[in-house]
């Protein structure tokens, strides 16, 4: 059995810009945040945003699986997991 050394291609090589409306979407949430006063809220946003970005993270990680299974090409797994929190 030959093994292949895989070689991996940095996300930045990908044309991955946040769309106008995720933009408005992005100031939009910076400004709730900003002018609640309630941490019942507050939390609430957060989990909220915690939800939202796990299920980005899977979509990434598909997308990512699909991209070497059709086109051969390796993504960097440091460059889309998840951050220390």
């Not at 895989?6 to 945040?33: A, G, N, Q, T």
Request: with cysteine.
């Amino acid at each position: 059995m030959v093994h292949m050394e895989e070689h991996y291609v940095p996300l930045s090589k990908f044309d991955i810009e946040p769309s106008i409306d995720d933009l408005f979407w992005e100031e939009k949430i910076k400004r709730s945040i900003q002018e609640c006063n309630s941490v019942g809220a507050l939390k609430e946003m957060a989990t909220l945003l915690a939800r939202i970005a796990t299920q980005r993270q899977a979509v990434i990680r598909g997308l990512i699986k699909d991209i070497k299974i059709f086109n051969s090409i390796s993504v960097d797994p440091s460059d889309f997991s998840n951050p220390t929190v």
